[in-house]
């Protein structure tokens, strides 16, 4: 039997932020918020801070999340958890926020180091969790996962529990308006990369199928509205519930090749997360095309890039090719215009594509990956 998870509650749609209000004040009485510097200073912050006085939680802002969080940014936070008498957590922001305030959760009631914790599964009770996503794109608020880097080694690392999941998702889609285009493009592209590798995986269940199939379908239409049309607010909320929808998605039936790959580039090059999955986008799964056709030509039968009278090889090809046209549109650059030296990024190849294998997520695809496989795809990149 498959099992599927979700948050306790979920509330979606556009200036809905006052619906939380009422399960907000199940969940403690003093809330410890974790952001980053720029959302801790805006519009979206005071609202939230505008509600909570309003039904009487106090709260202390741990705004110490700069860029992608990395095991030092969870000890601080961890620490001043402890110490400021707050009994729930509410993380705001785009992904690194939420995924930190997954990760000092679990470490505030946890001994030992964060990396102690690198891809075994967390257990017991943690304090409860709310989680206001400001950007469209990492599901981060629907899953039991959270990524943070192990700055000795250089890793992304990969914490997992059904307890990390949060217990309250606002989806509120006004507080993406204010992101940049290039975060709009990387999110979104991240949103994309979550659904068709869940769609693809080995993992695969009935219910994430259809969710899956219908993220992608928002996706390719809405992401280049929301990237050319930063205030269309169909666009934006619309791609707010893909991103819900592939969050979702890959809770229950995991990623797959690209995000595998993509976390080594990440941790050891700085690109943002979401733009590294587009930049694999195409090489990563044109070698997992034929290992599952058919599901690759129904997304391309169902986002209309192919018709009925395709072959399931020549669909899944056209599916593949709008991919890279999307990626196009949201201008993501390739390896040497972000600035990557070649020859530095040469000599990490070995390194990238054994951590990229032993992170599990390649396991998930529906062809057998190895590291050998890995070197060709990063070598092929950078061409």
Known sequence: MSHFAIPSHIIS?????????????TMGNKAFIVTGKHVAVSEMMTKLLNMLDEIKITYKIFDGITG??????????????KSSGCDFIIGIGGGSPLDSAKAIAAMSVNSGKISDYNGIEIKGAIPPLAAIPTTAGTGSEATKFTVITDSEKGIK???????????????????????????????GLDALTHAVEAYTSKKAIPLTDTLAVSAVKR????????????????????????????????????????????????ALFHVPH????????KECLSFAESGAYEKFANLGRETKVASES????????????????????CEIPTLEKYG???????????KMSQDAVASGSPGNTVRDVTVEDCKRIYKNLYK
Do not use: W
């Open 13 to 25: 749609g556009t200036d809905v932020l006052s619906e939380s209000a009422v399960y907000l004040k």
């Open 68 to 81: 992608e969080p990395t095991d030092k940014m969870i000890e601080q936070g961890v620490e001043l958890f």
């Open 157 to 187: 690392m990969l914490l997992k529990g059904d307890v990390l999941i949060p217990q309250l998702a606002i989806v509120d889609s006004s507080f993406t308006f204010s992101s940049p285009n290039s975060v709009t493009a990387a999110t």
């Open 219 to 266: 996706i390719m239409k809405y992401l280049p509205i929301a990237y050319n049309e930063p205030e269309n607010s169909s666009a934006r909320e619309q791609m707010s519930l893909a991103a819900l929808e592939a969050g979702i998605c890959i809770n229950n039936s995991s990623v797959t090749i690209v995000h595998g790959m993509s976390r080594p580039i990440g």
């Open 274 to 281: 979401g733009m590294s999955n587009a930049m694999l986008l």
């Open 310 to 329: 395709d072959t399931d090889e020549e669909a899944a090809d056209k599916f593949i090719d709008s991919l890279q046209k999307i990626c196009d549109i």
């Open 340 to 350: 990557i030296d070649k020859e530095e990024y040469y000599s990490q190849i070995d």
